[in-house]
């Protein structure tokens, strides 16, 4: 038995206890520094990046590691659909958890170019991932998979220079986001095979959406003042975020189906 298996229950609570201490700081440096006014600085400033990087390295983080460490203790979400039997010894950094992570960043990366049409194709890809591989190569996939894509597929960033420089932070939020959400989607649909399939749907979207949708939206009154914050959030609403959950329901669908299907093969 590994130390890491071991003091498995420690560490659960380690991590724990971190990602509530760097949400507590987050929202106190917020809330104190009043940093969706003016006050703290014009949108982007360097005020607001350093704020981003708390919000993505202090806060997200440690909620991103503490998902993926928890979806460690199932053994049969971490191998190919349909090749796990009790007992069976399963490592976490294993070929197929690798070459997992490895897919789905080629395919996130490729998929910024979706941002030239102003579809949100890395939003399905990344639900799918979630999906069909779970939490560690979706959060792993995605961080790694939009540093490539802002350097090469799509090498820019609203808010020129300084808006290039918080790509890591955000990118960090958002690798957070779908640790969680891969744990959702392994636990509330592929762990409840007596559930209708909708249902399983309809409660995963319910209990991972909310969070993906929070998270992006505090950013915008991170890195912008109110007014701007306001205005970012309904150009965005408009234009691109609008059908972003339709694209998410699909990967979802699509990703936990196909690895359903696979499994019973």
Known sequence: MSL?????KYIIIILAIITIIGWIAFWGIFLGRKVWTEEFGYSLSPERIWMEYLYGLVACLPFGLFWMYYSTGFPHWLTPPGRYAPGMRVRVWSPYMLTATAIHAAAFAAAGLGEYIRVDLQALTVAFASAFFGSI??????????????IWFVPFVWGGGLGFIDVVAWTTMDAAIWAYAGVIYFKFYHDKPNWRR????????????PVHQFFWFLRYWIVNPYEAAIA???????????ISWILVLIGLTVGAGLREAMARR
């Open 198 to 209: 909708v249902k399983r749907i309809v409660i995963c979207m319910l209990l991972a959406e």
């Open 232 to 242: 970012s959030v309904i150009a965005d609403w408009t234009s691109y975020w609008n």
């Open 4 to 8: 890491w298996e071991k003091y498995r």
């Open 137 to 150: 190569p979706a959060f792993l996939g995605l961080w790694f998979g939009q540093i490539i894509c802002r």
